[in-house]
T-cell receptor, first 111, second 114 residues
Framework: AQTVTQSQPEMSVQEAETVTLSCTYD???????LFWYKQPPSRQMILVIR??????QNATENRFSVNFQKAAKSFSLKISDSQLGDAAMYFCAYMVRQLTFGSGTQLTVLP | ETGVTQSPTHLIKTRGQQVTLRCSSQ?????VSWYQQALGQGPQFIFQ???????GRGNFPPRFSGLQFPNYSSELNVNALELDDSALYLCASSLRTMGEETQYFGPGTRLLVL
């Protein structure tokens, strides 16, 4: 069975600084997708970034980028120039047909 | 906004009752997945529907059932409600193509079972 582990239940970052959220996963599949979703207090799950496992190049979306290490089964999210609106629960997820989520990292952004 | 809608937003039921939750997919999407998110946890996969057929199921008992309609909207039905069914229920829609299937979530239905 696939598992996703987020070892940081809580993280904090100063506004305008950079923070990295960690994620590891376990799978025997070779083709899969990895995602980071953000869930603010409104509870709406919002897609942040997506990575295809067959692509070596790390995905980037504006201030959000990933460090994908396929051999190590690691998929971390870097948020640059953190903003107050980035405060939320962040979930790492693995996908082959359906999503398997980690337990989440609560990110606080300090003004 | 993802274009995925869910109703109702909140619901209170008592143990043993039945509940139906509804989801409207984003336009053009043909796949709907349902997830249960207990407080303080990540979402857990319940099942997925593709073109009106169940296409994968997580570790949930048969009292959790679903439907997908020709317009790709979907229902989640839960019979004989238990206290542990209290959770946020999330619906996600996607377009199944050649393996790539990013899921977009609705705002969820919060169910409280008393």
């Amino acid at each position: 069975a696939q598992t996703v582990t987020q070892s940081q239940p809580e993280m904090s970052v100063q506004e305008a600084e950079t923070v990295t959220l960690s994620c590891t996963y376990d799978t025997s599949e070779s083709d899969y997708y990895l995602f980071w979703y953000k869930q603010p207090p409104s509870r709406q799950m919002i897609l942040v970034i997506r990575q295809e496992a067959y692509k070596q190049q790390n995905a980037t979306e504006n201030r959000f980028s990933v460090n994908f290490q396929k051999a190590a089964k690691s998929f971390s999210l870097k948020i640059s120039d953190s903003q107050l609106g980035d405060a939320a629960m962040y979930f790492c997820a693995y996908m082959v047909r359906q999503l398997t989520f980690g337990s989440g990292t609560q990110l606080t952004v300090l003004p | 906004e993802t274009g995925v809608t869910q109703s109702p937003t909140h619901l209170i039921k008592t143990r043993g009752q039945q509940v139906t939750l509804r989801c409207s997919s984003q336009s053009g999407h043909n796949t709907v997945s349902w997830y249960q998110q207990a407080l303080g946890q990540g979402p857990q996969f319940i099942f997925q529907y593709y073109r009106e057929e169940e296409n994968g199921r997580g570790n949930f008992p048969p009292r959790f059932s679903g439907l997908q309609f020709p317009n790709y909207s979907s229902e989640l039905n839960v019979n004989a409600l238990e206290l542990d069914d209290s959770a946020l229920y999330l619906c996600a829609s996607s377009l199944r193509t050649m393996g790539e299937e990013t899921q977009y979530f609705g705002p969820g239905t919060r169910l409280l079972v008393l």
